[in-house]
């Protein structure tokens, strides 16, 4: 079944619920009727509401809607958030620096309004240690508090320990604060770059006897 409403002569009912181009509300008329005002405005005969009974017909540029509702629906794309899952993985064992590092790229991630799953990676004797793991996992989750949440509490998979952390800022509101921080780092170099360099020429004496004196030095 096509998606596109009928229009003009395409329109096969006796009358019509006509709604005038303004929206205004004409009442139930013959079809031809409608179709007569329709090229008296030089628009297009609408069937916007098929299934009521008369059909309810709007005068309207069909071309200028659907391109509208093109541009509209672009746009909705557009803003649209898509959520991604990030991963990072660690060591039970991993030295303050690397821990530091990764930490980092885990708030950067949930500042973007994505979620996280950290796999704690378990080799050897390690296995035999869990709560290393699982420690790890707590602390980094205490550490992004303000940022994210536990999605899914630590689990052992395997030779591999699982915990998800979820954003608490929406991934659409991540986007908005990144597109207005862009837009005001945008504007602060313009701002910069239109400001009239300060003269830092210094004024020479107008006259030589204005000139301060040299103290004569002590024998």
């Known amino acids: 079944m096509s998606a596109e409403p009928r229009i003009n002569d395409r329109i096969r009912v006796p009358e019509v619920r006509l709604v005038g181009p303004s929206g205004e509300q004409v009442g139930i008329v013959p079809l031809a009727k409608a179709l007569e005002l329709a090229q008296e405005y030089d628009l297009d005969l609408v069937e916007v509401a098929a299934t009521a009974r008369p059909p309810v017909c709007k005068l309207m540029d069909y ?17 649209q958030a898509h959520t991604v899952i990030k991963e990072m993985k660690l060591r039970p064992k991993i ?42 996992l707590q ?35 991540a ?32 006259d030589a006897s204005e000139a301060p004196a040299e103290t004569p030095s002590e024998a």
């Not at 500042?111 to 709560?131: A, H, L, N, W, Y």
């Not at 205490?142 to 608490?168: A, T, W, Y």
């Not at 986007?175 to 701002?191: D, L, S």
């Open 63 to 79: 071309g200028k809607f659907k391109y509208e509702s093109a541009m509209k629906a672009r746009e909705a794309r557009k803003n």
């Open 95 to 136: 030295d303050p620096h690397d821990y530091d590092t990764k930490k980092g790229h885990v708030v950067r991630f949930l500042k973007q309004g994505d979620k996280v799953k950290i796999t704690i990676m378990f080799r050897g004797r390690e296995q035999s240690r869990p709560e290393l793991g699982f420690r790890l």
């Open 139 to 173: 602390r980094l989750a205490s550490d992004v508090e303000d940022l994210g949440f536990i999605e899914s509490n630590p689990k052992q998979d395997g030779r591999n320990m699982i915990m998800v952390l979820g954003p608490h800022k929406k991934k659409t509101e």
């Open 175 to 206: 986007m908005a604060e990144a597109r207005e921080a862009q837009a005001a780092r945008k504007a602060g170099r313009q701002g910069s770059s239109d400001a009239a360099p300060e003269d830092q020429t210094a004024e020479a004496p107008a």
